[in-house]
Antibody, heavy 121, light 111 residues
Framework: QVTLRESGPALVKPTQTLTLTCTLSGFSLTTSGMCVSWIRQPPGKALEWLARIDGDDDKYYSTSLKTRLTISKDTSKNQVVLTMTNMDPVDTATYYC?????????????WGQGTQVTVSS | QSVLTQPPSVSGAPGQRVTISCAGSTSNIGTGYDVHWYQQLPGAAPKLLISGNIHRPSGVPDRFSGSRSGTSASLAITGLQAEDGADYYCQSYDSSLSAVVFGGGTKLTVL
């Protein structure tokens, strides 16, 4: 059974760094072509893709957020970690991790339940 | 402002047919990148509804269908049911942004 579970702080202060962990179950990033992305959704707003990591450790970032994001993986723990620096109230959102395959236009077949992050002093 | 444009809302009575459009450009849908659709129920994570423009994952009713033409795509839902009330998002890839892109979402209300 494929599952993804996000974890991290529910509240961060402005200028702080956010660290989120996505724990994978039922599949591994070592599988050929497997990838994990982070996607966020501000309250009442649309989905926004943030970053992606492949089993080969190739990494891709949203152009608008590239300077603030770092994605990494710990294959031994089956986890993917996203850090976002210099958090701002506009970063308040539900953050999802999702699985996909390496494709020209990938689709996300499994999603975590999401973790809600509020940025406030 | 989303790269893919969807109507903010659509509505229909039970049993009716509704369509949700997803307008893109020559740097995404128009280039031939696949379009995918997700259903998001209130308080839940998005769920894959249509992949690769027309394909329904196992378990998705055949009342849901997708299509793509030129720089746009559409999701059709026939035989509307109360449980179809949700937000729907289209998604593709944009070569100018080198990024996955989503539509702004469409709220479906079943009257």
């Amino acid at each position: 059974q494929v599952t993804l579970r996000e974890s991290g702080p529910a509240l961060v202060k402005p200028t702080q760094t956010l660290t989120l962990t996505c724990t994978l179950s039922g599949f591994s990033l070592t599988t050929s072509g497997m990838c994990v992305s982070w996607i966020r959704q501000p309250p009442g707003k649309a989905l926004e893709w943030l970053a992606r990591i492949d089993g080969d450790d190739d990494k891709y970032y949203s152009t608008s957020l590239k300077t603030r994001l770092t994605i990494s993986k710990d294959t031994s723990k089956n986890q993917v970690v996203l850090t976002m620096t210099n958090m701002d109230p506009v970063d308040t959102a539900t953050y999802y991790c999702a699985r996909h395959y390496d494709d020209s236009s990938p689709y996300f077949d499994y999603w975590g339940q999401g973790t809600q992050v509020t940025v406030s002093s | 402002q989303s790269v893919l444009t969807q109507p903010p809302s659509v509505s229909g009575a039970p049993g009716q047919r509704v369509t949700i459009s997803c307008a893109g450009s020559t740097s995404n849908i128009g280039t031939g990148y696949d379009v995918h659709w997700y259903q998001q129920l209130p308080g839940a994570a998005p769920k894959l509804l249509i992949s690769g423009n027309i394909h329904r994952p196992s378990g998705v009713p055949d009342r849901f269908s997708g299509s793509r033409s030129g720089t746009s795509a559409s999701l059709a839902i026939t035989g509307l049911q109360a449980e179809d009330g949700a937000d729907y998002y289209c998604q593709s890839y944009d070569s100018s942004l080198s990024a996955v892109v989503f539509g702004g979402g469409t709220k479906l209300t079943v009257l």
